[in-house]
């Protein structure tokens, strides 16, 4: 819904002690057990392939998610241990697959083999190769590597995988054993391992860097990720290293191994949200700290982004280029995070304890955590500065102060309540409130919630008490609605600016009798349109009301919002016929274009409707939001699946920064709208065949 925005606000309201001591925002998250076709919900390790599968290292099979279900399977035979630590994959087509009875290789190609072999898994056509437990590599010349507790060269013979031993040749320590962590590819062709010694830098042509930093950690204590540009992340325990390497060609010449110390040239603690600087000199090395970091297990990754990500146990660190954000447990992750990776669709995957995926083009939610009164929300409005005020609950009204509400509480009368549907507080651009209940409108001052500037009720200007929906024009005229229990009455009221008294509107000045107006909207003329609580429409001008009915097209039932987009076109919602355009609402007589659940809607009750900066619509219903892209060619659902707090949207609205809002019956969500939609069409691939009702053998992950 567009609403008017305020002039700058002083608003110096009672304020009730319930501001969230911290952030606590809701994350999209949704977690995912064995319920839902996962193996386990300990998860080791993760990789999307390059058909865009997700596959997850589970305790107990290896599970492969499509983007709607899980397959999990069994490796080895049916006495073969249950548990998956990595799987890699290479350009010929090969899955390389360790787990704790060995290691695997699958081809891409391979038929699937029936579950009858290992009980309720299916099993996987994978070759064994032999008991290691490493993880396998591709590098630019296409050679395949494997490390494991030291650096082998795969090589095909006679269709069977096999390993020639390449060895590091790092230092010996006999009072420490080499471990090797993990192994990251770097952009110049270097592949970057992470070892007890140090961070080892394997050149194209073999030759070894190694900066030395001994260590004891164990291995869920260790940690690599390198960006796009090449900077690596290192880690062991609390000591976090940022390098970044040197050109190849700018190293000293040396033949086989260039030992250096890995030392700091710069120190930074980690303050969330707090503008850092990480060099980008060739050289040098960032130590970075937060004491909170690397205690029990550490874990991190690169997105697509370019974001970097940190696990370690409770928290997940952001970095986004310029900052950390942190998040926890009040934002609702788990304890015991671990692995992260990311789909296609640029969520993002945490194993550890349990598997969770994170919407980030999801919805943000709030609730009373946050310093809401209550989870039932009612009404959104916006000041020019960009302050946002949000109704909820009992008449509490709440301001958004950077990472927390603050609530108060209008002075009204004891037992009101609001009407059903009713939008009952609304911030004029005179700096005033407008409070509606059943007991009157009341109107305030906007630094002064506790003393009414006037009460409107059946003693003050008005027909009766119960008030249900207001309006600002363009002239700054209020307009308001009455639906109170007896239908002589339901009324329509304006009072003009400057004014003391509401004008009520009558039959005889042709507005239609027994009806509330529920939504309110102007359109580029100047004409002011109503859409009814118990059905139709009107539309104001020069003084004239002319009513529209479902025989002109109108859907039937509640018109429950109206928007007038950047185009100049009237959107209206409606509770039973779901939405209807109208692409030139100056016209004598309008045409409605309808949009409902057979054009792609999730259902016709749809109560609000806004639009974004780039004029994508949003539809809030009773199953949640669907947005309509500009160019009325795509419909995108938003459930409670994507972060939405609750199925029930009753306003929406779209802030001076491109926030996207929605109230709900049970909390209050925020969108981001991507800067752009992702258009590819996914590659297809044939899951099934069946001919004259026999099923037909094809490769386990589908043929193109």
């Avoid at 399977?73 to 630590?85: E, L, Q």
Wanted: hydrophobic share 35%; net charge negative; proline share 5%.
């Amino acid at each position: 819904m567009r609403r008017r925005i305020i002039p700058l606000l002083v608003i110096l309201l009672t304020m009730l002690s319930m501001a969230s001591p911290g952030f606590a925002e809701r994350l999209p998250i949704k977690f995912y057990t064995s319920a839902d076709g996962l193996g386990s919900s300990f998860v080791d390790f993760m990789m999307r392939d390059s058909r865009g599968f997700m596959w997850f290292c589970t305790r107990d099979g290896l599970s492969r998610f499509d983007g709607a279900r899980f397959v999990t399977y069994r490796v080895g035979d049916k006495n073969s241990p249950p548990g998956i630590v990595s799987i890699s994959e290479t350009s010929d087509g090969s899955y390389w697959i360790g787990t704790t009875g060995g290691y695997y290789r699958f081809r891409a190609e391979a038929l699937s083999r029936p579950a009858s072999e290992s009980g309720p898994l299916q099993v996987l056509n994978a070759e064994y190769i032999d008991d290691g437990q490493g993880w396998s590599f591709q590098d630019r010349e296409g050679k395949i590597w494997y490390i494991g507790n030291d650096l082998y060269l795969e090589h095909d013979k006679n269709g069977k995988a096999g390993y020639e031993r390449k060895n590091l040749n790092l230092p010996e320590d006999p009072n420490r054993p080499l471990t090797i962590f993990q192994g990251r590819p770097g952009p110049d062709g270097s592949f970057w391992i992470n070892t007890n010694y140090g961070l080892v830098r394997r050149l194209p042509d073999g030759r070894l860097v190694l900066m030395e930093y001994g260590t004891d950690v164990r291995l869920g204590l260790a940690t690599l990720t390198v960006e796009k540009s090449g900077r690596v992340w290192v880690a062991w325990g609390q000591d976090i290293f940022v390098v970044v390497p040197q050109p190849i060609e700018s190293l000293p010449a040396f033949s086989q191994i260039l030992r250096t110390p890995l030392a700091a040239t710069s120190n930074v603690v980690i303050q969330p949200d707090q503008k850092i600087t990480l060099s980008n000199q060739p050289g040098e090395v960032t130590r970075l700290s937060k004491p909170s970091i690397g205690i029990a297990n550490i874990r991190s990754n690169t997105t697509s982004d370019g974001h970097v990500w940190i696990t370690s146990n409770a928290e997940l660190l952001e970095f986004d280029g310029d900052s950390f954000h942190s998040y926890g447990a009040a934002q609702g992750l788990p304890t015991g995070m671990g692995e992260i990776g990311e789909d296609a669709a640029g969520n993002l995957w945490i194993g550890g304890r349990s598997l969770i995926r994170l919407n980030r083009a999801g919805l943000i939610s709030y609730r009373e955590e946050d310093g809401l009164s209550s989870s039932a929300m009612f009404a959104i409005n916006e000041a020019t500065d960009g302050s946002l005020y949000f109704a909820n609950g009992d008449f509490a009204i709440s301001r958004l102060e950077g990472k927390h509400f603050q609530t108060s509480l209008p002075n009204v009368a004891p037992r009101s309540r609001a009407l059903w549907t009713s939008r009952y507080a609304f911030l004029s651009s005179a700096n005033e409130w407008w409070i509606l209940t059943t007991h009157g409108v009341y109107r305030f001052a906007a630094n002064n919630l506790q003393t009414p500037l006037a009460v409107y009720d059946s003693e003050h200007g008005l027909a009766a008490n119960e008030a249900l929906q207001i309006f600002e024009d363009s002239h700054g005229d209020i307009w308001l609605s009455q639906q109170p229990s007896r239908g002589e009455n339901f009324g329509l009221y304006r009072l003009r600016r400057g004014e003391t008294e509401f004008h009520r509107f009558t039959s005889a000045e042709h507005f239609p009798s027994g009806k509330a107006a529920a939504s309110f909207a102007e359109d580029r003329n100047g004409n002011l349109w109503f859409g009814f609580y118990e059905g139709g429409l009107v539309r104001f001008a020069n003084n004239q009301f002319t009513e529209y009915a479902p025989q002109d097209g109108l859907p039937s039932g509640l018109i429950t919002d109206l928007l007038v987009d950047h185009l100049g076109r009237l959107w209206l919602t409606s509770a039973i016929g779901g939405v209807s355009r109208v692409d030139d609402p100056g016209a004598a007589q309008p045409l409605f274009v309808p949009l409902n659940t057979d054009n792609g809607l999730a259902s016709n009750n749809t109560r609000t409707i806004t639009e974004d900066r780039a004029g994508n619509i949003y539809v809030g219903s009773v199953r949640g939001v669907d947005q309509i892209l500009s160019d009325l060619t795509h419909i995108k659902h938003y459930s409670t699946n994507d972060g939405l707090a609750g199925d029930f949207v009753v306003d929406s609205h779209c802030d001076r920064h491109g926030n996207v809002w929605f109230a709900t019956t049970t909390g209050l969500s925020r969108l981001a709208p991507p800067a752009g939609e992702n258009d590819a069409a996914p590659a297809i691939f044939l899951g099934g065949l069946r001919i004259a009702g026999e099923k037909q053998p094809i490769a386990e992950l589908g043929d193109p």
